[in-house]
């Protein structure tokens, strides 16, 4: 008898132990870094016009992170129109254009896309 009440608690024990793990894994699931690739890459679009390492329409992400790392910027205010271009202020006009949609997200998916790009420096 004395045997049956461990082992049950032993089980009480273990099944506790895998919901906590369950609900660790659904909060822990994704990065800041894999939020900010899964917008820039989707619901941004940023990808249209920055490449990881080549100018197109845009500047690439490595010089904007190169750039943002060595004047201490902070993207996630140039994001909400909240600060000055630091990259290329000649072509900001079609970078403005984004903030429609970069100004509807949120501070953690702006924080997200902040550190996929500077995920970039070297
Ligand atoms: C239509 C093309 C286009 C799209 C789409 C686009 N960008 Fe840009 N982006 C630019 C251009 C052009 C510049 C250079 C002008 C500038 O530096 O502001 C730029 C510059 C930037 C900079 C550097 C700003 C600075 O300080 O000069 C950041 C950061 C940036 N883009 C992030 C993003 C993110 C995040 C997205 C997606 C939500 C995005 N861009 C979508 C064209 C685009």
Do not use: W
Not at 38 to 45: H, W
């Amino acid at each position: 008898m004395k045997k049956l009440f461990l082992l049950s608690c032993f089980f009480v024990l273990i099944s506790c132990k895998n919901e906590n793990e369950k609900s660790f894994e659904k909060s822990e699931n994704k990065t800041p870094t894999e939020l900010g690739r899964e917008l820039f890459e989707g619901k941004g679009n940023c990808v249209a016009c920055h490449q990881v390492n080549q100018k197109i329409i845009g500047p690439s992400i490595q010089d904007i992170a190169k750039i943002y790392k060595t004047e201490n910027g902070n993207i996630v205010d140039f994001l909400k129109n909240d600060a000055n271009p630091l990259v290329d202020p000649s072509q900001y006009e079609i970078m403005k254009t984004n903030f429609a949609i970069t100004k509807s997200m949120s501070d953690e998916e702006l924080k997200g896309l902040e550190t996929y790009i500077l995920s970039f420096s070297k």
